[in-house]
Antibody, heavy 120, light 109 residues
Framework: EVQLLESGGGLVQPGGSLRLSCAVS????????MTWVRQAPGKGLEWVSS????????YYAASVKGRFTISRDNSRNTLILQMNSLRAEDTAVYFC?????????????WGQGTLVTVSS | SYVLTQPPSVSVAPGQTARITCGGH??????VHWYQQRPGQAPVLVLY???DRPSGVPERFSGSNSGNTATLTINRVEPGDEADYYC????????????FGGGAKLTVL
């Protein structure tokens, strides 16, 4: 059974940092691209970042480029999102998702999300 | 950046057919994926590559994509289909590579 479990969300002040993790099981992690998607309260889905299975390709939304860093540890089956210089508009539920194979191929399994609140 | 346009809401009676559109420039040349999101839950992939269904998705869900419009069709709509539906594409021409539509709320009357 495929499982994805996000952690690391919480309340952080503007300008602060947070590190999200996504622990996965039930599939060969290194064979799949992975994606982070966020959803602000009452809003739609917004893509944040994607990474290839071998970590050779990383993609970022313009809204987070230069502030967020996506990475993965294929030996620990873990996806990471390091978020720096956080802003109020980064407040959202952050979902990690498994891509069917490469980035852009569609995300067939999702975690339940972790809430990030940026506020003073 | 590439833009996907969805109607904010679609309403349909139980047993009828719902069609949710996703408009984008030459979207017919792209692979479109569709997600269902019920309130308080994570999104679920219901179609990929325009019209393919993941395992477990009912055959009532189908899709098409041509020209500037992709369409998710749900036949014999059930109350449990009430949810937000998002289309998604990959576009490497702009600043964002993965694009979501704004979402369409399907209401089952």
């Amino acid at each position: 059974e495929v499982q994805l479990l996000e952690s690391g969300g919480g309340l952080v002040q503007p300008g602060g940092s947070l590190r999200l993790s996504c622990a996965v099981s039930g599939f060969i992690f290194g064979n799949h691209a992975m994606t982070w998607v966020r959803q602000a309260p009452g809003k739609g889905l917004e893509w944040v970042s994607s990474i290839s299975g071998s970590e050779t390709s990383r993609y970022y939304a313009a809204s987070v480029k230069g502030r967020f860093t996506i990475s993965r540890d294929n030996s620990r089956n873990t996806l990471i999102l390091q978020m720096n210089s956080l802003r109020a508009e980064d407040t959202a539920v952050y979902f990690c998702a498994k891509d069917r194979y490469s980035s852009g191929s569609g995300s067939d399994f999702w975690g339940q999300g972790t809430l990030v609140t940026v506020s003073s | 950046s590439y833009v996907l346009t969805q109607p904010p809401s679609v309403s349909v009676a139980p047993g009828q057919t719902a069609r949710i559109t996703c408009g984008g420039h030459k979207i017919g040349t792209k692979n479109v994926h569709w997600y269902q999101q019920r309130p308080g839950q994570a999104p679920v992939l219901v179609l990929y590559d325009d019209s393919d269904r993941p395992s477990g998705v009912p055959e009532r869900f189908s899709g098409s994509n041509s020209g500037n419009t992709a369409t998710l069709t749900i036949n014999r709509v059930e109350p449990g289909d009430e949810a937000d539906y998002y289309c998604q594409v990959w576009d490497s021409s702009g600043s964002d590579f993965v694009i979501f539509g704004g979402g369409a709320k399907l209401t089952v009357l």
